[in-house]
């Protein structure tokens, strides 16, 4: 029962972010005054299956360059693995653990691509994105570590159970904008998609990418803007995944993606860098502790009451 669970899950998830791609290409044409994709099926709808062409380039490191748009395809989907399922649940006790390692790991696929192509354009792709990665992830991993502190669980299935008086946004609003903004950075998205700059390295660390390994690539981006969008609803907005609004409100954040994608442009680099070590560093290590010494202050309440 859970492998045929688990198998309609990927099957829904492909089509989700086949559909999100048009779903981005319409708002982006309405953006611009224009109509979007609209020539292949009707209103556009069979548009994301009409694309596939494959080569490869002769003088790029060719085994790695081949399996790592796979292995980036398959980290992607790790991350699904926290999400609540109704029929054949998976509870991890570690799951923001869990999912700050598979958030780590999905750097190294990018860093291979960009090496094995044997381009310059993808190599320099890749190293930005290490140092966006790794300037970005400290500052999430200090947010995340601030609702730990609250909600006193490392599993994700309890925030619902937490938040079911007050949801974690009302609590710290800037912290809210700030893990937005994060978001938008770990899933190399506009304002901050330095590795995939098209004005400057053509287009990033997959340049030297079609048909196939390009599918791969792009299905495993959109995937992890889609799960991000579902955790951001988890963490800060109820996690009522009983809820059909629950799922609006994903949609919603897929929107807001799109929108910021059409209405900003992008960052200077080094005002990425500024932004992250010098802004949300400082701001996410002051909100630990501002939590910590709250947690500290329930904790000597309670034990005041139990004695």
Same mark, same amino acid.
């Given at each position: 029962?859970?492998?045929?669970?688990?198998?309609?899950?990927?099957?829904?998830?492909?089509?989700?972010?086949?559909?999100?791609?048009?779903?981005?290409?319409?708002?982006?044409?309405?953006?611009? *005054?224009?109509?979007?994709?609209?020539?292949?099926?009707?209103?556009?709808?069979?548009?994301?299956?009409?694309?596939?062409?494959?080569?490869?380039?002769?003088?790029?490191?060719?085994?790695?360059?081949?399996?790592?748009?796979?292995?980036?395809?398959?980290?992607?989907?790790?991350?699904?693995?926290?999400?609540?399922?109704?029929?054949?649940?998976?509870?991890?006790?570690?799951?923001?653990?869990?999912?700050?390692?598979?958030?780590?790991?999905?750097?190294?696929?990018?860093?291979?691509?960009?090496?094995?192509?044997?381009?310059?354009?993808?190599?320099?792709?890749?190293?930005?994105?290490?140092?966006?990665?790794?300037?970005?992830?400290?500052?999430?991993?200090?947010?995340?570590?601030?609702?730990?502190?609250?909600?006193?669980?490392?599993?994700?299935?309890?925030?619902? @159970?937490?938040?079911?008086?007050?949801?974690?946004?009302?609590?710290?609003?800037?912290?809210?904008?700030?893990?937005?903004?994060?978001? @938008?950075?770990?899933?190399?998205?506009?304002?901050?998609?330095?590795?995939?700059?098209?004005?400057? %390295?053509?287009?990033?660390?997959?340049?030297?990418?079609?048909?196939?390994?390009?599918?791969?690539?792009?299905?495993?981006?959109?995937?992890?803007?889609?799960?991000?969008?579902?955790?951001?609803?988890?963490?800060?907005?109820?996690?009522?995944?009983?809820?059909?609004?629950?799922?609006?409100?994903?949609? %919603?954040?897929?929107?807001?993606? *799109?929108?910021?994608?059409?209405?900003?442009?992008?960052?200077?680099?080094?005002?990425?860098?500024?932004?992250?070590?010098?802004?949300?560093?400082?701001?996410?290590?002051?909100?630990?502790?501002?939590?910590? @010494?709250?947690?500290?202050?329930?904790?000597?309440?309670?034990?005041?009451?139990?004695?």
């Amino acid at each position: 029962m859970f492998y045929l669970v688990s198998l309609f899950f990927v099957v829904f998830l492909l089509i989700s972010v086949g559909f999100f791609t048009l779903f981005e290409r319409k708002i982006l044409g309405y953006s611009q *005054v224009r109509k979007g994709p609209c020539k292949v099926g009707f209103f556009g709808l069979l548009q994301p299956f009409s694309e596939s062409e494959y080569f490869f380039p002769f003088n790029s490191n060719f085994l790695i360059y081949y399996f790592c748009p796979l292995l980036m395809f398959i980290q992607s989907f790790f991350l699904w693995l926290l999400f609540p399922y109704f029929v054949c649940c998976i509870s991890f006790s570690f799951g923001l653990l869990f999912f700050m390692c598979c958030l780590s790991v999905s750097i190294y696929p990018i860093v291979l691509c960009g090496w094995s192509s044997n381009s310059i354009y993808s190599l320099l792709g890749g190293i930005r994105s290490v140092s966006q990665t790794i300037s970005y992830e400290v500052s999430l991993s200090f947010f995340l570590l601030c609702y730990f502190l609250m909600a006193d669980t490392y599993n994700i299935m309890d925030f619902f @159970l937490v938040q079911s008086y007050c949801w974690f946004f009302f609590l710290s609003i800037p912290l809210f904008f700030c893990w937005l903004s994060c978001c @938008l950075a770990e899933t190399n998205r506009t304002p901050f998609d330095f590795s995939e700059g098209e004005s400057e %390295l053509v287009s990033g660390f997959n340049i030297e990418y079609g048909g196939g390994g390009f599918a791969f690539l792009f299905i495993s981006e959109y995937s992890s803007i889609i799960f991000m969008c579902f955790f951001t609803c988890m963490v800060f907005f109820g996690g009522d995944f009983f809820n059909l609004i629950f799922y609006f409100k994903i949609v %919603l954040f897929i929107f807001f993606f *799109v929108w910021v994608r059409c209405s900003f442009p992008r960052y200077r680099y080094d005002k990425l860098m500024y932004l992250a070590w010098s802004c949300y560093l400082p701001l996410s290590m002051n909100y630990v502790l501002f939590f910590f @010494l709250i947690s500290c202050w329930v904790l000597y309440h309670f034990f005041l009451l139990s004695y």
